[in-house]
């Protein structure tokens, strides 16, 4: 049979490479300073763009679609050409991906620290940088389908039926999660609100950890794992029952990420369930990785690749079996808005998705530079202290986790709060937070050492940059018998919409009660739309960031409505675009705060968290008491909001300044009667009046409305 004659391109695999490794250490570093800003407050420098609120969510991006984005599309470049024996569909749109996908993380660099944000977690960047990712993610799309068609391999390898569930997937979650009103160039309101805003973003985060962090790292698996140890795959048909089973599970299990919260109990059930049916297959695949390596054992004791990606696999089991337990209500009802979830969270971004990826370039850079590795001295240098700081990582935060749970929870023989000053909570685990920024900063030394290596692997070498290759032509031919599975991979089109109905059904299964029947969210007539400065102020406490350290979800537990106030009921939220129930509480829930203090201890709390909380580890914010509330901006807010929903009557936008304006004036002469003097047009003033409108829709047993008239009176 006649070969053909054609070149895999290895330098979009080395510009991909390059784009993971320094932006991996961008995003490590982001951080490093967002865990020392824990415990030592001073390094948010008391600068805007600084803060935790600000610069976390920059950490979480990088480090998801920067550095693993960057390494999955390095790895699939590379594994995909070979793996189909052709050169990629265009080095057009190869190019078009590598420096649109870099623009976008670029944009996203700027946006989030100037405050430009959805605040929904994993997905903050904004409708124009949303609408920039759906079309480049399209490019991708095209260009790997394309090559799959053009192929000169019959069969499609089961690396690529990960790629192919990731690239369906991950269109489908973002482009229905970042359906969003625009209120200008860089401010929009989400499309869905409360309890329906929730579900779509959790099934959005938890599938974003599914189908970004998990299936094409399988892939990835798949492919390098084997030819690092120079073996074939432990069993093919695990593989089937590996892939079709998790994609078709995985989708249903975002709702546990909101028990015991205001969702419907057969939203949170449904999750639960689905979550603990994830661990058989999750461990299928564990089991087929690590079972992969029977026979070369001895050679994991030596080569520092395959050390990476044994640990890389073991994490990825200790994370996924980790995830179906804290879906568990009682373990969920421990764990959850601790410091436990970050630990669980890292050990399958430090462990799976970074081991793979340092093992996998560790693989790849020598191949394609065609040398050796610098130093298997470094690189085991690397695997040890990038271990070491995992442990040094986790183990902390696991005990935080559980120390703030058990002291939220501890109850007096009297049956009062133990402690009942969230505060205590935080300065106990601050010696933990300390601990974790150790493990990171010997993590990104080990980062940092790899970079030397690759660097010095590179120089030593020269980039093959279109390495011959050769194969014949793929053949038509009638199939005749075969594995069932076998007929699937060698049609791709039927394969990938085989592929998007298995993942389409949980959404619309789980989406379709919640939007149409109304009963899952009761209405409260009590319940009315922000006013005209609440907006601002709600929108400032999202740029700030505040909703990732504080949660505003009062749950039905006896320690929380003590401390808290009324748990939070789903028509509570009818207005709000975006939801802010938040995820992580370093600070105390804010659901019940409105009425709770006069405006003039959130005025110098905001000034200075200490001189309110002594040991606060908050940031301090002085450039609210210097900047003014857009108010120009307000209509169109209003008019944005009315399209996505809230009931606010037509031309309400042409006397919302004015009435902005008398409730501004309200707060203003509540602060000078305590000797605080501000101007009215002042964010801060737009923050109090959101704070103490906060819970106050309902009557809350035991609290008193004393500012009642500062945040009521204007309104609609």
């Known amino acids: 049979m006649e070969l053909e004659k054609f070149s895999y391109d290895n330098k979009i695999v080395k510009y991909f490479a390059i784009a993971t490794v320094v932006f991996g250490i961008v995003g490590m570093l982001v951080g490093l300073t967002a865990a020392i800003q824990l415990f030592y407050p001073i390094f948010n420098f008391d600068l805007q763009y600084t803060t935790f609120g600000r610069i976390r969510p920059l950490h979480t991006n990088a480090v998801i679609f920067a550095f693993v984005g960057n390494a999955m599309f390095a790895g699939v470049y590379y594994s995909l050409q070979r793996l189909l024996k052709a050169r990629m569909l265009s080095d057009t749109l190869s190019w078009i991906h590598f420096w649109g996908w870099q623009l976008i993380i670029v944009a996203a660099a700027i946006t989030l620290p100037l405050g430009f944000t959805s605040s929904k977690e994993y997905a903050e960047l904004e409708w124009p940088i949303d609408i920039a990712i759906a079309l480049i993610w399209v490019v991708f799309g095209i260009n790997m389908i394309g090559t799959i068609l053009k192929r000169r391999e019959r069969h499609m ?83 089937i029952i590996h892939f079709w089973s998790l994609i078709f599970i995985y989708i249903w299990a975002g709702p546990h990420h909101l028990l015991y919260t205001s969702l419907p109990n057969w939203a949170q059930s449904l999750g639960t369930v ?74 399958g971004g430090l462990g799976w998705n970074g081991f793979l990826t340092f093992g996998m370039l560790y693989w790849m850079i020598p191949r394609i530079y065609g040398t050796k590795l610098f130093s298997d001295k470094l690189a085991n240098f690397h695997f040890w202290i990038g271990t070491l700081g995992i442990i040094f990582y986790a183990l902390p935060l696991y005990w935080a986790g559980i120390t703030q749970s058990l002291m939220w929870k501890q109850f007096t023989e009297d049956g009062f709060l133990q402690y009942p000053n969230f505060l205590e909570t935080v300065t106990q685990i601050v010696p933990m937070y300390m601990l974790r920024a150790v493990g990171g900063l010997l993590y990104i030394i080990g980062v940092l050492v790899m970079a030397y290596n690759l660097v010095k692997t590179a120089y030593a070498g020269k980039l093959i940059a279109n390495e011959p290759a050769e194969a014949p032509a793929l053949e038509k031919r009638e199939i005749v018998g075969g594995h069932w599975h076998a007929v699937l991979e060698r049609k791709p089109i039927i394969f990938t919409s085989l592929a998007l109905v298995a993942i389409l059904i949980g959404g619309v299964i789980e989406f379709v009660p919640a939007f149409l029947i109304k009963s899952n969210v009761p209405t409260i007539a009590s319940v009315k739309p922000y006013t005209p400065l609440e ?37 509570e939220f009818v207005y709000d675009h975006p939801f802010l129930w938040g995820s992580k509480r370093t600070g105390p829930d804010l659901h019940r705060v409105g009425a709770k203090y006069p405006d003039s201890w959130h005025f110098n709390h905001m000034l200075d968290p200490t001189s309110m909380s002594p040991g606060s580890i908050m940031p301090r914010y002085p450039w609210l008491f210097e900047q003014q509330v857009d108010a120009d901006l307000t209509p169109a807010m209003i008019s944005a909001l009315r399209h996505v929903g809230v009931p606010y009557e037509e031309g309400f936008e042409d006397q919302a300044n004015a009435l902005m304006s008398k ?54």
């Not at 070369?296 to 690749?305: C, F, Q, S």
Request: with cysteine.
């Open 157 to 239: 390898y089961v690396a690529i039926w990960f790629y192919i569930a990731t690239f369906v997937t991950v269109a489908v979650l973002h482009i229905f999660n970042s359906f969003a009103w625009p209120v200008s160039l860089f401010k929009s309101y989400s499309a869905f609100a409360g309890v329906q805003d929730a579900l779509v973003q959790w099934w959005y985060g938890h599938n974003a950890v599914a189908f970004f962090l998990t299936t094409p790292f399988l892939g990835l698996m798949y492919y390098y794992l084997p030819k690092a140890a120079n073996r074939p795959v432990y069993s093919y048909k695990l593989s």
């Open 274 to 347: 689905f979550s603990i049916m994830l661990l058989a297959p999750s461990w299928g695949g564990m089991l087929n990785g690590l079972l992969t390596l029977r026979g070369a054992w001895d050679r994991v004791r030596e080569d520092a690749v395959l050390k990476f990606m044994v640990v890389a696999v073991t994490a990825y089991g200790m994370s996924t079996f980790e995830g179906p337990m804290l879906s568990l209500k009682n373990v969920n009802a421990i764990a959850h808005f601790t410091d436990w979830i970050i630990a669980h969270v890292h050990i």
């Open 535 to 571: 907006l601002h102020g709600r929108d400032i406490y999202i740029r700030e960031g505040c909703n990732t350290c504080h949660s505003q979800m009062v749950r039905p537990f006896r320690e929380e409505t003590e401390r808290y106030g009324e748990y939070s009921k789903a028509g």
């Open 663 to 716: 409730q501004a004036a309200l707060i203003a002469t509540n602060l000078k009667k305590d000797g605080i003097e501000i101007a009215p047009e002042a964010e801060i003033i737009a923050l109090i009046a959101y704070l103490q409108r906060l819970g106050t829709d309902i009557k809350v047993k035991g609290v008193a409305n004393q500012n009642v008239s500062s945040t009521q009176e204007g309104g609609n």
